[in-house]
């Protein structure tokens, strides 16, 4: 307590006479960030340890999603059943949250929102009669905790695969970094990095490694506090070595010729004022949420001095993590774009009540066909690295997007790092692209 | 794949870096680890009526190391090196290399009729292998032999060495970054694709494959050193950074390309090899009343190649601010450097004497050149779509002339540039295309009547890239059309990558156009293609007759 005492004096002090908001109730905090904490929610026969296939699908189908379900009984994969876990956020969130956002309310607009600081904007548990619901919890999910302030993935293999043959076709080795310039609540300075002209939110930096005809490729994303303004995207090319502008119809492009768009990327990576978002209900499903040292582990894909080793891969073509689920408090969203040229006619997210985060999303075309399931897998972090123990980031740790009509997938494995010394401002500039390129 | 290794290469990697860093404020190092990549390529063309122009064979290897200091934030040691052979001087010996010959100048560009033949020889292919006293005046440049050409990289210059540098950086109390990068390398300025506005720190290949390979592969590193004051953001720009490039290596100027090989932008090459009919002349004298024995022999277009030395006056000098504001990204660009397209000067005469002196008409001459320019590029909400503008400005630059082969010109380039990408369905694939659009212009500010570039000229390009299966299928078209020479080239191409490892790239180039002619003074004001008219058509005009088809297969590890 003495702990939540002196950074909540401390988010204080930095934020004195910028805003002065009505605290949230202890009631909601404790609703919104420990829904577990007078037990884990259960199902008629589903226990932990037990897998779900073929011949028990039926039994479960309502604590799957569509995507999940349809997978399992095809016989593409199965779901082994692990126990629901807390995965508590940092302190410093959870205080910011009490702190700022009893008074804020979206905006008349699309895509506006009051001024926030840090924490979760609308702590409160949706209703179906909100029709901005969906929208709320959107804005959850953007100033969600998410990676922390900082965070990187070093390294990060993504994997293009044949469904049905099981070929790997290519493997892009790349590490990622992520930095919240605003919303800040852990890692100082909080709550903003200061100076900040165009006044940034987010910035999202990528660098691939290999294979060598895309080996130093950058791409660097700038997300602005203002969500009605469109990102501002780079991208260098090791061949031109020069920064390129990225004009916005590349962010719903296949990156790098993965199934994954740019927008994609964590589950959701785009302006909240790009789509119109509904909320159509809670559940408890079944989410890919572990430890990650109680996983089967990939022995051949990464070694390093750690001693780290990335989630195995397994099922119809290995587009599956071989991880376990638990059965978890789900906020389902509806994302619709707002442009009818946007590729795809909507997105179905599953958002974790408890973190935030997204860990299932299905994908449906112009003509409203299933055509990509999402799966972004998260460990805890006192299960990870020793540096992330104690970070309260759920820690992404293995995806997969499945192109369902193509029978083709991208798989994701991580080396997910909390650590503010791998993720400095300059890493976030275009002149260290030049920098860093070769 | 990439390698990482640890072992035999460190001892050598840290000896390179300290040898590097000798003078840096740098204290002792040791290596962490060294990643190696590269490839193996082969790069087969058949040209239209003329059999094999190309069956390159390339290895290329590149390594970057590491290393652990205290006194930098970061310390890597990068180096690039390349091996070339290329064979088609051995399997297509009747067109290309040192047995080649020509029957008239321009035989590739043009048919005889108007190439004043009785007035210049043709080029003679691979000069210092076939004439002693050309081989001589071209000394130092444009002077390879046969081998040079086979094996490119194995040179004098070490050219296998493409690049080898120590990049360094360190953050200063207050949060900027200074960093430095000292070695051979390239250094690119600007946001043009194919041609050069502000990117003219290093000179360019052009005998690789005239215009069209990718700058990386065409520009020839410099030993040169970047410094680089970071500044970040403040209180106006989001990224604000000072450049300062000092390019200490010798001079050397543009390849492109002896006579003989075959690729020659604009046949300069075959051009510089070629004389002045003894037969012509002795006519000329004779109806001058000087008698018909004032020349001995045929008489050298170029009498002398004048690279300018080493020294510290010769250097070349180079700033840059560059930065983020809003949307918008900028740089503001100065550089004194050395012009490196060759200049022809008309060599001074003894009054009386006549013209032109016996030992060669010009000498070859690479003027000091200052520039300063700029770029912008802007991303528009409304189109979805960026914008490229850059633009410099020279003065010092030489263009060729009818009178006196030169004349110095203030010049003016710039290039408006448009990149949108698009998703058309109807096309089978739900990537999207990029298309990227440009118009390089380029005018003479003083620019005189007997020029054979006219005062202003714009070359248009314009790239359609698509992706198909997982972006390892990419078909494209590039089509640029030079609005002077009225000529236009069409490059449609389709590549394949069927893993991490093998890439196929097959694709055609033609060109049309590359007719205009020029009038000749000597030639009593004739409009004919020789010598001047290929300035005019340009590289895309003058290859007119160089159609091909072209595969190139890789192998990445």
């Known amino acids: 307590m003495l702990k939540k005492s002196l950074l909540s004096i401390a988010l204080s002090a930095a934020v004195m006479g910028s805003v002065q908001a009505a605290a949230v109730s202890d009631e909601i905090i404790q609703e919104s960030f420990y829904p577990y904490a007078d037990g884990v929610p259960s199902f008629p026969g589903l226990e932990v340890g037990m897998t779900i296939d073929q011949s028990n699908v039926e039994q479960f189908k309502d604590v799957l999603d569509p995507a999940m379900y349809m997978f399992v009984k095809e016989g593409a994969t199965t779901v082994k059943v692990g126990p629901t876990t807390d995965f508590a956020l940092h302190d410093s969130y959870v205080e910011a949250t009490r702190q700022y956002s009893g008074d804020v309310t979206i905006g008349e607009g699309h895509g506006e929102i009051s001024k926030t600081v840090a924490g979760r904007p609308f702590p409160q548990e949706p209703s179906l009669d909100d029709p901005r619901a969906g929208e709320k919890l959107a804005w959850n999910y953007k100033y969600g905790y998410n990676w922390g302030d900082s965070a990187a993935i070093m390294p990060f293999y993504w994997t293009m695969r044949d469904m049905e043959s099981g070929k790997k076709e290519r493997t892009i080795k790349m590490n990622f970094h992520f930095l919240n310039f605003t919303h800040r609540t852990q890692q100082e300075p909080y709550p903003e990095i200061t100076p900040n002209p165009s006044e940034l939110f987010r910035a999202i930096y990528v660098q691939v490694l290999e294979p060598f005809d895309v080996k130093n490729t950058q791409l660097l994303i700038h997300r602005f506090e203002d969500d009605t303004k469109v990102d501002n995207a780079y991208l260098y090319l090791g061949f031109q070595r020069r920064v390129r502008r990225l004009s916005s119809g590349q962010t719903t492009d296949a990156f790098l010729g993965t199934d994954v768009m740019i927008e994609d990327f964590e589950g959701y990576n785009g302006r909240i004022s790009d789509m119109k978002w509904t909320y159509k209900g809670t559940k408890y499903l079944l989410m890919p949420m572990y430890n990650h040292d109680e996983m089967t582990l990939d022995t051949e894909t990464h070694q390093d001095e750690d001693g780290y080793q990335v989630i195995a891969f397994g099922g119809k073509g290995g587009c599956f993590p071989e991880i376990t689920y638990q059965l978890r408090k789900v906020y389902v969203v509806e994302s619709e774009p707002v442009d009818q040229n946007h590729p795809i006619s909507k997105r179905q997210h599953y958002m974790d009540a408890q973190t935030f985060i997204i860990p299932r999303n299905i994908t449906y075309d112009r003509k409203g066909e299933m055509w990509k399931s999402w799966t972004i897998g998260q460990a805890h972090p006192d299960h990870h690295l020793p540096v992330n123990k104690g970070t309260g980031v759920a820690i992404d740790d293995s995806f997969t997007m499945i192109d369902v009509q193509a029978q083709h997938c991208t798989t994701g494995q991580f080396k997910g790092i909390v650590d503010p010394k791998l993720s400095p401002v300059d890493k976030f500039t275009v002149q260290n692209m030049r920098a860093s390129g070769n | ?557």
């Open chain 2, 1 to 557: 794949m990439s390698k990482t290794i640890t072992t035999a290469f460190t001892p050598l990697a840290v000896a390179v870096a300290t040898a590097l860093a000798a003078g840096t404020p740098v204290t002792p190092v040791s290596a962490a680890e060294t990643n190696w990549a590269g490839f193996v390529e082969n790069a087969t063309y058949h040209r239209k009526d003329v059999g094999l122009s190309k069956f390159r064979n390339t290895a290329q290897a590149e390594f970057e190391t590491r290393f652990e200091t205290d006194s930098l934030r970061s310390l890597t040691l990068n180096g690039t090196l390349r091996g070339t052979y290329d064979g088609v001087y051995d399997m297509n010996d009747d067109e290309f290399g040192k047995d080649a010959r020509y029957d008239y100048l321009g035989q590739d560009w043009h048919d005889p009729d108007l190439s004043s033949p009785t007035i210049l020889t043709s080029g003679v292919p691979f000069p210092c292998e076939n004439d002693p006293t050309l081989c001589n005046n071209l000394d130092g440049y444009m002077d390879q032999d046969e081998n040079d050409a086979k094996y490119p990289e194995f040179n004098d210059q070490l050219d296998f060495i493409r690049e080898l540098y120590l990049t360094g950086d360190k953050k200063l109390a207050n949060g900027d970054i200074v960093s430095f990068r000292l070695g051979k390398q390239q250094v690119v300025w600007g946001k043009t694709d194919l041609f050069r506005v502000l990117d003219v720190m290093n000179p360019v290949d052009y005998s690789r494959h005239n215009i069209y390979d990718e700058l990386e592969d065409i520009r020839i590193p410099q030993w040169m050193l970047k410094l680089d004051w970071r500044m970040g953001a403040n209180q106006v720009f989001d990224d604000s950074n000072l450049s300062l490039v000092w390019n200490f290596d010798k001079f050397r100027p543009n390849n492109l390309g002896t006579c003989g090989q075959s690729y020659r932008i604009v046949d300069a090459g075959c051009f510089f090899s070629s004389s002045l009919n003894e037969s012509y002349l002795d006519l000329v004298t004779d109806s001058m009343g000087m008698g018909t024995n004032v020349y001995s022999a045929n008489v050298p277009i170029i009498h002398d190649v004048e690279e300018p030395e080493w020294s510290l006056a010769n250097t070349q000098l180079g700033l840059k601010w560059e930065g983020v504001y809003g949307d918008a990204t900028f740089s503001l660009n100065a550089l004194t450097y050395r012009q490196q397209m060759p200049s022809l000067h008309f060599r001074p005469i003894a009054p009386g004497a006549p013209a032109p002196a016996p030992d060669g008409v010009f000498d070859i001459k690479f003027p000091r050149v200052n520039l300063l320019g700029g770029a912008v590029d802007y991303y528009s909400m409304n189109m979805d779509a960026v914008w490229r503008v850059e633009l410099a400005y020279s003065e010092g630059e030489e263009q060729p002339r009818d009178l006196n082969g030169h004349k110095e010109t203030d010049m003016l380039r710039y290039v408006i540039g448009f990149d949108k990408n698009l998703v058309i369905p109807q096309l089978g694939t739900r990537s999207a295309f990029l298309i990227s659009t440009q118009l390089f212009g380029e005018h003479i500010l003083d620019h005189e009547a007997d020029m054979p570039n006219d005062e202003d000229n714009w070359i248009a390009t314009a790239l359609f890239k698509g992706f198909y299966m997982n972006n390892r299928l990419s078909p494209q078209v590039i089509v640029a059309h030079d609005f002077a020479a009225a000529a236009t080239v069409v490059a449609p191409s389709i590549s394949f990558t069927p893993d991490n490892h093998w890439m196929f790239n097959l694709g055609l180039n033609i060109k049309d156009g590359g007719d205009e002619t020029f009038p000749w003074s000597v030639a009593q004001g004739q409009s004919v293609y020789e010598p001047l008219a290929r300035f005019t058509n340009g590289p895309i005009g003058v290859a007119n007759a160089e159609d091909e088809i072209q595969l190139t297969v890789r192998y990445s590890f």
